[in-house]
């Protein structure tokens, strides 16, 4: 029973236009919502969250937005460069999970010249 | 100046085998996971160490012991290895404090175990 999901398993986005990952939950008990960057060979490297009393939390060309009601959130990434082109993970976790985290499945980004 | 570390990075055992790996931080993290990306890709966390004491334990067969020996390290102990436990393995730490949820968790490059 996976409770986050990627429906996208890749992407294909050209450099400059924005890139927008989607994420969808169905676990009501969580409340933080993280998105990790992974490059082959490499561990998941953290890239932002965002809690469940806001519905936007935005850091440089990354935005996250959260839809509380649809059980959903989406990455944006503007304006997308080939360096982001990587697995993005989605996450989430619930206060008094023992900060456990519970990724998706991850969708391949892939930012053309 | 590497934050999470493991070792080894890649493993090949036959099945039946006992292997570690290891894992150390230097990031002052008073939280150690261990996670299991599967063939699917799919990353599933196994157990969870907070100051050397077992939080999180999920559904991992008992063959998986994990051990921490202080708080910046935690292993992670397999017996009779089968096939099915090829896949990589990631070791990863955090910190509840001020500034920080402790959600966010900073993880090593993996090991990558395959038995054949």
């Known amino acids: 029973d996976q409770q986050v999901k990627q429906n996208s398993p890749s992407l294909s986005v050209q450099e400059g236009r924005i890139s927008i990952l989607n994420c969808d939950y169905t676990?009501?008990?969580?409340?933080?919502f993280l998105w990790y960057k992974k490059y082959p060979a490499e561990g998941p490297t953290f890239l932002i969250s965002?809690?469940?009393?806001?519905d936007k939390n935005e850091d440089g060309r990354f935005t996250v937005f959260l839809n509380k009601s649809a059980k959903h959130l989406s990455l944006h990434i503007v304006p997308s460069q080939p360096g982001d082109s990587a697995v993005y993970f989605c996450?989430?976790?619930?206060?008094?999970?023992?900060?456990?985290?519970?990724f998706g499945t991850g969708t391949q980004l892939k930012v053309e010249l | 100046d590497t934050a999470v570390s493991q070792t080894p990075k890649y493993l090949v055992t036959q099945m039946g085998n006992d292997k570690s790996i290891k894992c150390e931080q230097n990031?002052?993290?008073?939280?150690m996971y261990w996670y299991k990306q599967d063939s699917k890709k799919f990353l599933k966390i196994m157990f969870s160490?907070?100051?050397?004491?077992?939080?999180i334990n999920e559904t991992v067969p008992n063959r998986f012991s994990p051990k921490s020996p202080d708080k910046a390290h935690l292993n992670l102990h397999i017996n009779s290895l089968e096939l099915g436990d090829s896949a990589v393995y990631f070791c990863?730490?955090?910190?509840?404090?001020?500034?920080?949820?402790?959600?966010?968790?900073?993880f090593g490059p993996g090991t990558r175990l395959t038995v054949t």
């Open positions: 990863a730490s955090s910190q509840v404090g001020p500034g920080t949820s402790g959600y966010e968790q900073y």
């Open positions: 996450a989430a976790s619930e206060t008094g999970g023992g900060n456990k985290l519970t």
């Open positions: 160490y907070n100051n050397k004491e077992l939080i």
């Open positions: 965002i809690s469940s009393i806001k």
């Open positions: 990031l002052g993290h008073d939280t």
């Open positions: 676990n009501s008990m969580f409340d933080y």
